[in-house]
């Protein structure tokens, strides 16, 4: 018998309470609501929140689960863009938020131990204090949660240098879909005993364990930062930009890309200057010693310029840099004013094939008269494809659907991948099976159906298509 959360019986509702205490469940609708989305707008309120204070808490409610057949959807800040936390089926939200403590911060080590609902952008502001860093910064990071970044494996604009979240990860503390608690890796910045179910754990959105502790790799902070812009009148010309300066051998720490469309919505939001004749804006931003940036950012301001820029900008201060992220920032906003929904699908195709994809982007929203922006990490190739819609209105959403499936194809037509950041939640589950190979879409299941015989953990995500949630979504 699998998890089934049609109607729970009334000992469930009091095991929880016996478990967590009265005061950390909550039933009556009105408390439920809330933790019935996250950012993709998707809801469905569950039947109960229970908030564990400790591991061994959250072990015994998923224990309970399998004794009674109910699925429980691990919930961080329920920041994520795919439904990965709605509770689709029913059944329990366990919520991590008492879990939010920093237990370790070891300098010598350059190493964090951190329970899940840690805020990311505590987390590094705190280590910032003792000269380290802690490098992954998803664009939620003033809000959204370590566990949540591990649960989804969470990049930002430093990926092209620093990498995602997967690579801070040293090791875990979780529990399994039947509810024994493991440990997985090491503290140590080498280990490779036994299978890496540190890495098998990253990334898996919760449908393989509940993540309560975290060990973090730090490393120590940058000296200084330098930041330009360089606007092109052909996005073709900011594409070729970002490969050459890769193969320049400068490794920039951010570089941001801005398509017309993106630009003319930011600057009737808030003018900042840009020229009209811009197609694309690049923003790039290095960091390392104070005596190498002047260099580097010299050797990229030519290439720019040599790629046809019509301007460059390099920030001498911190105001100046300021005003440079000024596009960036303003950019969800703006879009706000073009439509009241968005469509936001992080693809991520090969670094020499990002004009060719936001060309493509250009000639659908021409094809399906829909409003598309395009934006995102160029340095690593994930352009976040924004297709702007009404969701009341019924047309525009089957134009929306069209052009998403479209895009989809044409991402793994160019080699690329359908989810460089949000992974795959609801909203992509349809389309897993497009870019998953069929042999190691089988070994995914068989892994899940080993781990969670019961289908207890976040069920009906990834593996299951779940295209009723699709017409409504838009966040």
């Known amino acids: ?112 131990v951190v329970e899940p609902a840690v805020v990311t952008g505590v987390l590094q502001k705190t280590v910032a204090q003792y000269g380290l860093f802690y490098p992954p910064d998803p664009a939620s990071l003033d809000f959204s949660t370590i566990g949540g970044n591990v649960a989804t494996c969470a990049g930002g604009p430093r990926a092209v240098k620093y990498g995602v979240t997967r690579d801070y990860i040293l090791g875990l503390e979780a529990i399994l879909p039947t509810g024994e608690l493991i440990t997985t890796g090491t503290r140590t910045m080498k280990g490779v005993v036994g299978y890496d179910l540190t890495r098998l754990l990253v990334g898996s959105e919760g449908t393989l364990g509940v993540i309560t502790k975290v060990v973090l790799r730090l490393i120590p902070a940058p000296e200084a930062v330098m930041t330009a812009s360089a606007v092109f009148a052909a996005i073709d010309q900011a594409g070729r930009a970002v490969s050459a300066v890769l193969k320049a051998r400068i490794v920039p720490t951010c570089l941001e890309l ?77 879009l706000g004013r073009i439509r009241p929904g968005k469509i936001n699908e992080d693809v991520t195709v090969p670094r020499s094939r990002i004009a060719d994809l936001i060309k493509f982007n250009q000639a659908l929203a021409r094809k399906y008269d829909l409003v598309i922006v395009s934006f995102g990490h160029a340095g ?17 959403m089957a134009r929306a659907e069209k052009a998403v499936e479209e895009l989809f194809r044409e991402v793994l037509r160019l080699g690329g991948t359908l989810s460089g950041e949000h992974g795959v939640g609801i909203t992509k589950s349809p389309f897993f099976q497009w870019e998953i190979h069929p042999g190691a879409y089988d070994a995914m299941l068989r892994i899940k159906r080993a781990l969670d015989p019961n289908n207890i953990l976040n069920p009906g995500k990834m593996f299951i298509p779940n295209r009723a949630f699709f017409h409504t979504r838009s966040g």
């Open 1 to 112: 018998m699998k998890a089934d959360a049609s109607s729970l019986p009334d000992a469930v509702f009091h095991t929880l309470r016996e478990i967590v205490g009265r005061e950390h469940v909550l039933t009556a609708l009105e408390d439920r609501v809330p933790y019935g989305y996250d950012a993709s707008k998707l809801s469905t309120p569950p039947q109960a929140v229970v908030f564990p204070g400790d591991a061994a808490e959250a072990a015994e409610i998923i224990r309970v689960a399998n004794r009674f057949r109910f699925p429980v959807y691990p919930r961080g800040a329920g920041s994520g863009m795919v439904g990965g936390a709605v509770p689709d089926r029913g059944g329990v939200v366990l919520s991590l938020a008492r879990l939010n403590r920093i237990l370790e911060l070891n300098p010598d080590d350059m190493i964090a």
């Open 258 to 334: 801005l398509d017309r469309a993106t630009l003319c919505a930011v600057e009737n939001h808030v003018p900042l200057g840009i020229p009209r004749e811009a197609d694309g804006l690049l923003i790039a931003e290095v960091d390392g010693p104070l005596e190498v940036l002047p260099r580097q950012m010299a050797a990229m301001e030519k290439i720019f310029r040599d790629h046809g820029a019509l301007a460059v900008s390099v920030a001498e201060t911190a105001q100046e840099r300021e005003k440079l992220w000024a596009a960036r920032r303003a950019i969800s906003p703006a």
């Open 380 to 396: 690593d190739g994930n352009i976040h494809t924004n297709i702007m819609v009404d969701r009341s209105n019924g047309d525009e």
